[in-house]
């Protein structure tokens, strides 16, 4: 393998998952070439509109829901702690 005269950045989430997925002796170009070439990864786009409007926004809602269920039940837990 050449050497690479660029770099890029990553968000720390994305390091972190890179770390997780390496295997012994890889760098992290042998990773994301690795993940490249799998068969079904497809491309990037495959997944983008195939849902409807009313699908997305159902989806959207559902998950504000549960987030603001979350933060009830960290509110309840740091009441219950004083």
Same mark, same amino acid.
Do not use: F, P
């Given at each position: 393998?050449?050497t690479? +005269? %660029?770099?890029?950045r990553?968000? +720390?989430?994305v390091? !972190? =998952?890179?770390? /997780?997925?390496r295997? =012994? $002796? =890889?760098s *992290?170009?042998d990773?994301l070439e690795r993940?490249?070439? #799998? +068969?079904?990864?497809?491309?990037f *786009?495959d997944g983008f509109g195939?849902?409807s409007? %009313? =699908?997305? #926004? $159902?989806?959207?809602e $559902? /998950? /504000?829901?549960s987030?603001e269920?979350?933060k009830? !039940?960290m !509110?309840?837990?740091? #009441? +219950?702690a004083v």
């Open positions: 393998m050449a690479a +005269d %660029e770099q890029i990553v968000s +720390d989430r390091k !972190r =998952e890179l770390d /997780r997925l295997r =012994e $002796g =890889e *992290y170009n990773v993940l490249l070439d #799998e +068969d079904g990864a497809g491309d *786009y195939r849902w409007d %009313e =699908e997305a #926004e $159902g989806v959207c $559902g /998950r /504000r829901k987030k269920k979350q009830q !039940r !509110r309840g837990r740091a #009441e +219950d």
